[in-house]
């Protein structure tokens, strides 16, 4: 499970309790808000309490110029020194939207940051993932900015994470992507969504779980699949809503895999 902004921060012990009582086994907690358990040791002794693996850090920066500026540098170099404590973690990088202004150069921006950002982490031995999505206000939410942008990525230092309510957000089929850029995936979203406007509790929206699911069950698909419901409850009630998705899984996605 992750979640958005600022709106958690500092309760990442809270909700590794509740993912555990949920069922689920992994987390992905967004790195600038962390709180105190940004302190591997006390990240590590919380994670084990609860019996629970560190799937993937969300980096989310804002990466519009061509080169780092020192601070996202800085943030993200604290990322990589993090993850080298938890072996086999994903850096999953992803850009804060900012607007499709200057599109064509920000874009190339990002490609060059996120390829520089994975190769340190690769340099480190940490897996590399970079995460579209899809606000009015991304650069990378439309058909053609994955064109562009997924095919610019280092494939030899990261990977791609489809977010399957982003993809579908931006005009597109969530699995026809998935299949077109099969060998990038190395780390995968799940959120529900029905166009009203945008993201629905899981379960109840448009998106198809159980085919995605069947499809990366049947290509052998190894890696951290994260549940992250961005629907309107989970703003009002996440615990609810997490408890409700681990449920969701448990009693109607996986009774349907073949």
């Given at each position: 499970m992750s979640g958005n902004g600022t709106t958690h921060q500092g309760r990442l012990g809270h909700m590794i309790e509740i993912i555990a009582k949920a069922g689920f086994t992994?987390?992905?907690?967004?790195?600038?808000?962390?709180?105190?358990?940004?302190?591997?040791?006390?990240?590590?002794?919380?994670?084990?309490?609860?019996?629970?693996?560190?799937?993937?850090?969300?980096?989310?920066?804002?990466?519009?110029?061509?080169?780092?500026?020192?601070?996202?540098?800085?943030?993200?170099?604290?990322?990589?020194r993090l993850l080298e404590r938890f072996p086999g973690a994903v850096l999953n990088t992803v850009q804060i939207p900012s607007g499709r202004h200057d599109i064509i150069q920000r874009q190339k921006n990002l490609i060059n940051i996120v390829n520089a950002v994975s190769q340190r982490a690769a340099d480190k031995g940490i897996p590399c993932s970079y995460h579209p999505n899809s606000p009015h206000s991304s650069i990378i939410r439309t058909e053609e900015d994955y064109k562009i942008v997924l095919e610019s990525l280092d494939a030899t230092v990261t990977g791609w994470t489809p977010d399957v309510g982003h993809i579908i957000n931006g005009g597109m089929d969530p699995l026809t992507k998935m299949k077109e850029y099969q060998s990038l995936i190395n780390h995968v979203h799940f959120k529900d969504w029905n166009g009203d406007p945008e993201f629905a509790l899981m379960g109840k929206g448009k998106v198809d779980l159980l085919g995605v699911t069947q499809w990366l069950k049947d290509i052998n698909y190894s890696g951290w699949i994260i549940c992250e419901d961005e629907g309107e409850e989970a703003l009002e009630d996440p615990d609810f809503v997490t408890l409700h998705d681990g449920k969701w899984i448990q009693e109607d996605l996986v009774p349907g895999l073949k």
């Open positions: 992994g987390i992905q907690p967004i790195f600038t808000w962390m709180g105190d358990l940004v302190d591997p040791d006390l990240l590590e002794a919380k994670l084990k309490e609860q019996g629970i693996e560190l799937a993937a850090l969300a980096l989310a920066q804002d990466w519009n110029n061509p080169e780092e500026t020192e601070e996202e540098r800085k943030v993200a170099d604290h990322a990589i």
